[in-house]
């Protein structure tokens, strides 16, 4: 245990090393932050919603941070709401049980590029009478354009984008660009903007609450991608699930090689024999092949896949390296002792071979970790990632099949891959340091 | 990357004049179990793929389910049958379904299915496909393999020889030069590795693709091709550059840090110092005392590399549209296509087994020590 000990404080000599425990280190605190800050249920919630969950987010919408490095300024998306009061709203009664509602909302617009989209929801109670919308817009040179006026029912959506009517008054198809445009050079005009809503209650205990929804061209941290959703629970929850792939996979399937490789070799005639005959056996099949079909016909559980990657990973070339190095333990002195004083041979194998081997097993453990990562996310992109589960690679899927580099959403496939590489490196690394300090033969080259 | 062989040393002290003989008794001793064990280990593997390629009849379900969609809704939108009478279109229906089944062999129990594919298999009689159809139209699964097989060989000969040939290069000067800045350089990116080819391909297609725009996204030539030759190979090579450099980046130092810890190892050994010692030219103490007993690990690796030039490489061909043997493989498993995973696993299957068997023979040329079936 202190030769153990010695040799992971050799650890910190390797500049490599400190860096992959650095990572993982990093790793291990996001994937506790995400799990904190979304609980699972939430995460799943929020990563299948439609638009019900997201209709606040803008489309393939950049991370807002990129405004930063860019000249030219990318619309910020926002969301007002009557009910909280970030839309501004006044109710006075009025003769005979008719009330008015006076909303606005004015915000600075100060961007390069049009918005998405803008689109206003009304909730409304009443009994037979439904209420009237008035909408009108001010533009920073004075101008006031009327919008629309309508009576709503309970629920009302009004997309300014769509409104045929508004687009022959204005003479136009794009109504969002002509709203920000100046009339007369049709060119974006910046300056503050007003949304002005006039509502019109015709009975006692009417009520109109309306959300103005403002979809820029970038969002949040993360950005957005084809159904909305805001990146960053993907990006969060990718790290705990790429996290227990990764390290259940390596470890599972590096233990029980060694568990198999010391029982085969103790045991030795037919035991060992079929466990190679197992292993030539499992050289033949197509691994890859065996996922794809398993994650197509069968289930795409990560719980299921995760189970065939280690079994498909026992009998390997490890198994190999592993019983050449027991057949070498096996004729030491301290197992002949052992044998001497009348141990059964499952106490040889679990008390005596496997601890030996422990400082072996580490590096080859910390090393596989990033080929099982980027196992998950090869079968993510090749649509066969857990339906239900947030990964970074269902988000490379999602970007690749929605061609976001050919369109030029570049951040969508970045994000992912870059957290993706960085995890894969870090581990590398690590391995490769714990390579170098527990295989004597390497730490002298 | 070690293989089932490992050759062992003797030292028989056989009577010389039956020496010939023994050898002869030996080595076809030696051949004819080798064979079987390696059959029988083919043949189970075979069987296995098989067996998991319709998921224990699972698959079966399926495919009756599409068979009974399709057939339903074509004879039911067919106009001319909208004059039939109910029973008799109906009857129509489940004939035509069973037809179907039949055509395919779904009315057979799904053990005797298995072993008829097993041994069209391992008699290499690759039959046809359920699905997929080669771009001339046929659906013999041998002509569909056929097609792929020269897009995978020249994807993966180019990549994996460039590689091969490369890293042994640069690491024998590595070895030379041990310690030097591009030694340190080497085993500082060899982490690097880690990653897989198709995600230096998304990268690449990024730099390269989308913002430089200098070369193609994906496919193996322009659409549509050019008719003339030279145009064609231009084109074909501006395809080919983002997938072959995808392949070799994302081993290129390990590689070279495998092969340069290897030569390193064996470089220190005493006969080494002794040759040089003697005043041996360096390029002699590496070819006789350095590469010749490394010999059988790189062969190994070479035979490894033929073989996985059949493979192909699934997800960068599927990344960059590259029409190989691995997409077709994934579209295969797609569109449930049996006799094509089959028809492929199999001759994967075979290639290894003739590797592993020769490769026995090649020790024995390359290292004295080593005897066959000795």
């Known amino acids: 245990m202190n030769a153990l000990k010695n040799s992971l404080q050799k650890l910190f000599y390797y500049p490599s090393a400190v860096f992959g425990l650095f990572v993982v280190f990093l790793l291990v605190l996001l994937a506790v932050y995400a799990m904190v800050k979304i609980p699972y249920d939430e995460a799943i919630r929020l990563w299948r919603g439609g638009e019900d969950v997201w209709y606040q987010n803008p489309k393939f919408a950049a991370p807002a941070w990129i405004n930063y490095f860019s000249a030219e300024k990318y619309a910020e998306s926002f969301a007002v709401n009557t009910r909280d009061g970030s839309l501004s709203s006044e109710f006075t009664p009025g003769a005979e049980g008719t009330s008015t509602l006076i909303a606005g909302h004015s915000f600075n617009f100060d961007y390069d590029t049009y918005p998405q989209d803008m689109i206003l929801y009304f909730t409304s109670t009443y009994a037979e009478k439904q209420p009237f919308i008035s909408l009108e817009w001010l533009t920073p040179d004075g101008r006031t354009v009327r919008i629309a006026n309508m009576a709503i029912s309970k629920e009302f959506t009004y997309r300014f984008a769509q409104d045929e009517r508004l687009k022959t008054r204005l003479k136009t198809d794009d109504i969002i660009a002509s709203l920000f445009s100046d009339p007369e050079t049709g060119s974006l005009m910046k300056g503050e903007y007003q949304l002005l809503i006039t509502g019109t209650t015709f009975e006692p205990g009417s009520t109109i609450d309306a959300e103005f929804v403002f979809h820029g061209q970038v969002y949040g941290l993360a950005g957005t991608d084809q159904a909305r959703r805001d990146l960053m629970v993907p990006l969060l929850w990718g790290a705990p699930v790429a996290l227990m792939f990764g390290l259940i996979a390596s470890l599972g399937s590096s233990v029980l090689t060694m568990i198999i490789a010391a029982v085969g070799t103790w045991y030795a005639g037919w035991v060992d024999e079929l466990i190679q005959r197992i292993t030539e056996i499992n050289l033949v099949l197509p691994f890859l092949s065996i996922l794809i079909m398993i994650g197509t016909f069968y289930s795409r559980s990560i719980w299921v896949i995760l189970g065939a990657t280690i079994a498909l990973s026992i009998f390997t070339g490890a198994i190999k390296s592993f019983r050449s190095i027991f057949l070498q333990v096996k004729e030491s002195m301290y197992i002949e002792a052992a044998r001497a004083y009348g141990a059964s041979g499952s106490r040889i194998v679990f008390l005596y071979l496997i601890p030996r081997m422990i400082p072996l097993l580490i590096p080859g453990l910390v090393s596989s970790v990033p080929a099982f990562v980027f196992l998950e996310a090869s079968l993510a992109l090749l649509g066969l990632g857990d339906p239900v589960l947030p990964t970074w690679g269902k988000i490379i899927q999602d970007a690749n099949s929605n061609g976001a580099l050919y369109r030029g959403y570049y951040y969508w496939i970045l994000e992912p891959t870059v957290l993706l590489m960085i995890t894969g490196l870090g581990f590398a690394m690590l391995g490769f340091a714990l390579d170098r300090i527990f295989n004597p033969k390497l730490r002298e080259i | ?374």
Request: no cysteine; aromatic share 10%.
């Open chain 2, 1 to 374: 990357m070690t293989i089932a062989v490992q050759p062992a040393s003797e030292n028989s002290v056989a009577p010389k004049v039956s020496a010939r003989a023994s050898t002869f008794l030996r080595v076809s001793r030696y051949v004819v179990v080798r064979v079987l064990t390696l059959f029988v280990t083919v043949v189970i593997g075979i069987y296995l793929t098989i067996v998991i390629a319709n998921m224990g009849g699972f698959v079966d379900t399926i495919m009756k389910g599409e068979i009974r969609d399709r057939v339903t809704q074509t004879i039911i939108n067919n106009p001319s049958y909208q004059s039939m009478e109910p029973e008799v279109r109906q009857q129509l229906i489940q004939d035509t379904i069973a037809a179907e089944e039949e055509r395919r062999g779904l009315n057979v129990p799904i053990a005797v299915r298995n072993v008829r594919y097993l041994s069209n298999a391992l008699t290499l009689n690759l039959g046809r496909a359920h699905n997929m159809t080669s771009d001339s139209g046929s659906k013999q699964v041998r002509l569909i393999l056929l097609e792929r097989l020269p897009a995978t060989l020249l994807l993966m000969g180019i990549s994996q020889l460039f590689l091969f040939f490369s890293s042994i290069l640069l690491a024998l000067n590595l070895s030379r030069h041990y310690g030097n800045f591009w030694d340190k350089l080497v085993v500082t990116l060899s982490p690097t590795s880690a990653v897989p080819p198709w995600f230096y391909g998304i990268f690449l297609i990024l730099i390269f693709a989308a913002l430089l725009k200098v070369l193609p996204f994906g496919g193996m030539v322009d659409s549509p091709p050019p008719s003339n030759p030279l145009d064609y190979s231009l084109s074909l090579l501006k395809h080919l550059a983002l997938p072959t450099l995808s392949l070799v980046l994302s081993s290129f130092f390990l590689s070279i840090y495998n092969y340069r810890t290897f030569f390193l190892i064996y470089s220190s050994e005493d006969y080494v110092d002794m040759a040089k010692a003697k005043g041996l030219p360096s390029r002699d103490v590496e070819r006789k005392y350095i590469l010749r007993p490394t010999l059988p690990n790189i062969i190994t690796n070479f035979a490894l590399l033929i073989i996985s030039l059949w493979t192909g490489a699934t997800i960068t061909e599927t990344v960059f549209l590259w029409p190989g043997l691995g997409r077709t493989l994934f579209q295969a498993i797609g569109l449930y296509d049996i006799p094509i995973i089959v028809g492929s696993t199999i001759i994967y299957a075979y290639l290894l087994a003739m590797t592993v068997f020769l490769l026995d023979f090649m020790y024995s040329l390359v290292d004295p020590r080593v005897k066959v079936g000795g």
